[in-house]
T-cell receptor, first 111, second 112 residues
Framework: SQTIHQWPATLVQPVGSPLSLECTVEGTSNPNLYWYRQAAGRGLQLLFYSVGIGQISSEVPQNLSASRPQDRQFILSSKKLLLSDSGFYLC??????????FGPGTRLLVL | QQQVKQSPQSLIVQKGGISIINCAYENTAFDYFPWYQQFPGKGPALLIAIRPDVSEKKEGRFTISFNKSAKQFSLHIMDSQPGDSATYFCASLDTGRRALTFGSGTRLQVQP
């Protein structure tokens, strides 16, 4: 069966510091991968999606970037965090682009 | 064009009652409509989904009703239980963009 991992689970970072969040998927090949952000009490906002290694589509202009160095690995990064980057970051995968399955999330607090 | 409007924002239902959450979309390119259940501090879990070629889909106590002409769809939770208390999100997928657009969520409380 397929599983999706995210780490870390929780992260507290100072403003201006770099960020690296990692997501890996097991049990499937060539998945579509997604990064979403969820503000407290709000819906999910799509940040990036990838249909293959090195293929990244950005949905929202911001100081975040994404990379897909391996088929089942998706990384969300920032060179300098802003206060507004705080939130719950969720990675998701899908096959054939329909049903998306979410990971456990990373709660990021920027102080 | 990308918006999905969800209502109500919050809902309180007695145990054994029916919970109904509604969503409306604008983009006619949407062709896949999932519902997600999210518990506090957890990632959303796919609950049930429907394609626009059918008007209803039922899985256990959960039913999606879909009205293509009105561009509306709804989730019905029959015999609601306290364990159903969670936040529910509708979503719509534009398969051309491969991206889900989410509603704003409904916080459901089922009282024992």
């Amino acid at each position: 069966s397929q599983t999706i991992h995210q780490w870390p689970a929780t992260l507290v970072q100072p403003v201006g510091s770099p960020l690296s969040l990692e997501c890996t998927v097991e049990g499937t090949s060539n998945p579509n991968l997604y990064w979403y952000r969820q503000a407290a009490g709000r819906g999910l906002q799509l940040l990036f999606y990838s249909v293959g290694i090195g293929q990244i589509s950005s949905e929202v202009p911001q100081n975040l970037s994404a990379s897909r160095p391996q088929d089942r690995q998706f990384i969300l990064s920032s060179k300098k965090l802003l206060l507004s980057d705080s939130g719950f970051y969720l990675c998701a995968w899908s096959v054939q682009g329909l049903a998306q399955y979410f990971g456990p999330g990373t709660r990021l607090l920027v102080l | 064009q990308q918006q999905v409007k969800q209502s109500p924002q919050s809902l309180i239902v007695q145990k054994g009652g029916i919970s109904i959450i509604n969503c409306a979309y604008e983009n006619t390119a949407f062709d896949y409509f999932p519902w997600y259940q999210q518990f506090p501090g957890k990632g959303p879990a796919l609950l049930i989904a429907i394609r626009p070629d059918v008007s209803e889909k039922k899985e256990g106590r959960f039913t999606i009703s879909f009205n293509k002409s009105a561009k509306q769809f709804s989730l019905h939770i029959m015999d609601s239980q306290p364990g159903d208390s969670a936040t529910y999100f509708c979503a719509s997928l534009d398969t051309g963009r491969r991206a889900l657009t989410f509603g704003s969520g409904t916080r459901l409380q089922v009282q024992p």
